[in-house]
């Protein structure tokens, strides 16, 4: 029986000797690098901050699929970083905010303070929204790029090598959205320009969203009787005989 049991202490012991000598193998190294506990911490790596740990995780995997050099270091948050004490600052930050706005004071204050902690490293923030005023508001708090979760992995993968390059990446889905609300107005203002005087363009445009006389007057710091002459000169411009006729006519040249 001692015999049997030394027997099995030898070989418990050798099986754990070949264990702890087996090495990583260079197929495992990206998930390693994606944020599971045992990172290299003298790499260069990017910090992945999201909240959400599927989200954060598909985030990393597809990041390092899409560019194998990448290394990603995930958290739940910047406190998550602290605790884990890693000797090297990463070379990027992307923060994802989920369906969070960045105009919450609570996720401005955490883009300032990230900015303000990491000064050498960008900051890069990833949204579900594209709208140019979160775009603005990322910038204005310091973030070097704003990354909307409608683009792909390759677009993402690009924007944090942009701004570890030095660069600031702007999604163009938001640049093409404030055209699109800024060219109607511009046609409208140069379609009226061209018929009316800039007072009556003003007038004109407050006739067509049913403004009263006296408002007029007021927002434009002039007599009523002064918003009366305006009236009839457009009226006669535009060959109408009352106010309803003017609103319609100005409709059908700014559609």
Known sequence: MNGQSLTNEKFASETAARIISVRTPDSLRPFVASGIAGAAESEDYVLLIDSRALDRECLSRSLTDYDDSMNIVTVASFEEWQIRDMQVAPSAILFMIGGRKVSDSEISTKICALVERFKASPVIV????????????????????????????????????????????VPASSILAAKESITPAANRSCCLDSLFTPREVVVAEALRRGKANKIIAYEMDLCESTVKVHIRNIMKKLNATNRTEVAYKIRELVQ
């Open 126 to 169: 990833g949204a579900d929204s594209d709208e140019l005023a979160q775009l603005l508001q990322a910038l204005e708090c310091g973030a070097r790029g704003y990354i909307p979760t409608s683009v792909d992995v390759k677009v993402a993968a690009e924007a944090v090598a942009l701004a570890r390059a030095g660069g600031v990446f």
